[in-house]
């Protein structure tokens, strides 16, 4: 599948305080996102585990204009019906997701930051499918599927 740019044109010299820079487990990508997080949440749908190997995954949500890949670009692929994926092709860790019919945001996993410090969770989304084993009593906002819904 044909890789997708979203490397934005020239780069802004304006002093963000936001930035955040993260990459996949080998280096072959990294990335650097140039705004605060649009969310933060914890998904537990049955689709992050598969494509990543773990019980949750922690996505922050940005505009797509504000990350770009800085070194080699991650592998997209059709993860479902709705929505893309992109990993490192050299050591596979999961990176984005992004739905079709929403090309203007695009989730990056949190745990490919450099540092999962600077970014702070918000709430919890497709609970309905989460995991009886994972117990995560921290108080935050949980939603049965997408952020927003009951
Ligand atoms: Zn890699
Ligand atoms: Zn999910």
Redesign the pocket.
Same mark, same amino acid.
């Given at each position: 599948m044909a890789q997708r740019k979203l490397a934005s044109k020239g780069k802004k010299k304006t002093a963000r305080p936001a930035r955040l820079e993260g990459g @996949?487990? @080998?280096?072959?990508?990294r990335y650097r996102i140039n705004a605060k997080p649009l969310y933060v949440v914890h998904c537990h749908c049955g689709m992050c585990r598969r494509a990543s190997g773990a019980p949750v995954v922690t996505w922050l949500t940005v505009d797509s204009k504000n990350l770009t890949f800085t070194r080699a670009q991650p592998v997209f692929f059709s993860s479902s019906s709705r929505a893309d994926r992109s990993f @490192?092709d050299? @050591?596979g860790?999961s990176l984005t997701f992004q739905y079709k019919a929403r090309r203007e945001t695009i989730d990056v996993t949190a745990c490919s930051l450099n540092d999962p410090e600077q970014i702070t969770p918000r709430s919890h989304v497709h609970t309905a499918s989460q995991l009886s084993w994972i117990r995560m009593d921290d108080g935050l906002r949980r939603y049965k599927s997408e952020l927003g819904s009951k």
């Open positions: @996949c487990y @080998c280096g072959l990508v @490192c050299r @050591c860790t």
